[in-house]
T-cell receptor, first 113, second 114 residues
Framework: GENVEQHPSTLSVQEGDSAVIKCTYS??????FPWYKQELGKRPQLIID?????GEKKDQRIAVTLNKTAKHFSLHITETQPEDSAVYFC????????????FGTGTQLKVEL | EAQVTQNPRYLITVTGKKLTVTCSQN?????MSWYRQDPGLGLRQIYY???????DKGDVPEGYKVSRKEKRNFPLILESPSPNQTSLYFC?????????????FGEGSWLTVV
C-alpha cells in the first residue's frame, strides 16, 4: 500500500518568512495530493490540492509543487502570518477508483512574531 | 449548511464499557470514514464505507466495529474499549468514489479510556 512520509515534524519561522513542508510517497499510481490544515482543537480542512497532470498550483500565499518522477510534493507558504500556525497534513491517493487517501504524520508550523 | 456531526465530542470511559460514537452527514455523500489521530502518527483510517451496507477495514480496524444502515449515519462502536484506544476520532465523508474528492471532517471526538 501507499506510504507517505512528511518532514519536518515541527517548523518554526519568523512572521513574513516562507515555510516549506515536504512529503514523499511510495505508490506510483497515486495521482491526487491534497494538503489539510488543522488549527488547534479543530478539524482538518482542505487548503489546496494538486493532481498529477500539473507540476505546480498556487492559491494566494500558498503553493504546492509535485515531482512525480521523484515521488515527492511540497507545500510552500510565503509571507507567513501568525494565523498560519497550525498542523499541516499532506496526503496521497488515487482518483477514480480506489478511495484510499493516505495521510502523512503532520507538521506543526509555528509562526513567531 | 453542509455538516458532518459527531457525538459525543468529549468522553471519558472505563475499560470494557461498550460505547458508540455517532456520525451523521447532511450532504448525501456515499462515502464515509472514521480516522483516529494520535501524536506523531497523523490520521489513520479505521473503517470506511462506500455506500449503505458496504463497509471495509482501513489501516487500524482492530477493536472497532461500524455499521452503515442509512446513508447519512456511520456510527463507530467500541465493544470493549481499552486504554490504547484513547485518541481523537474524526468522522469524515465525501461524495462518490475515488480519492480525488474533498473530504469533509467532523469536529472530532476526544475519547479517553481509563
Amino acid at each position: 500500500g501507499e506510504n507517505v512520509e512528511q518532514h519536518p515534524s515541527t517548523l518554526s519561522v519568523q512572521e513574513g518568512d516562507s515555510a516549506v513542508i515536504k512529503c514523499t510517497y511510495s505508490d506510483s499510481a497515486s495521482n491526487y495530493f491534497p494538503w489539510y490544515k488543522q488549527e488547534l482543537g479543530k478539524r482538518p480542512q482542505l487548503i489546496i490540492d494538486i493532481r498529477s497532470n500539473v507540476g505546480e498550483k498556487k492559491d494566494q500565499r500558498i503553493a504546492v509543487t509535485l515531482n512525480k518522477t521523484a515521488k515527492h510534493f511540497s507545500l510552500h507558504i510565503t509571507e507567513t502570518q501568525p494565523e498560519d500556525s497550525a498542523v499541516y497534513f499532506c496526503a496521497a491517493g488515487v482518483t477514480g477508483g480506489g478511495n484510499k487517501l493516505t495521510f502523512g504524520t503532520g507538521t506543526q508550523l509555528k509562526v513567531e512574531l | 449548511e453542509a455538516q458532518v456531526t459527531q457525538n459525543p465530542r468529549y468522553l471519558i470511559t472505563v475499560t470494557g464499557k461498550k460505547l458508540t460514537v455517532t456520525c451523521s452527514q447532511n450532504m448525501n455523500h456515499e462515502y464515509m470514514s472514521w480516522y483516529r489521530q494520535d501524536p506523531g502518527l497523523g490520521l489513520r483510517q479505521i473503517y470506511y464505507s462506500m455506500n449503505v451496507e458496504v463497509t471495509d477495514k482501513g489501516d487500524v480496524p482492530e477493536g472497532y466495529k461500524v455499521s452503515r444502515k442509512e446513508k447519512r449515519n456511520f456510527p463507530l462502536i467500541l465493544e470493549s474499549p481499552s486504554p490504547n484506544q484513547t485518541s481523537l476520532y474524526f468522522c469524515a465523508s465525501k461524495i462518490g468514489q475515488g480519492a480525488g474528492n474533498t473530504i469533509y471532517f467532523g469536529e472530532g471526538s476526544w475519547l479517553t479510556v481509563v
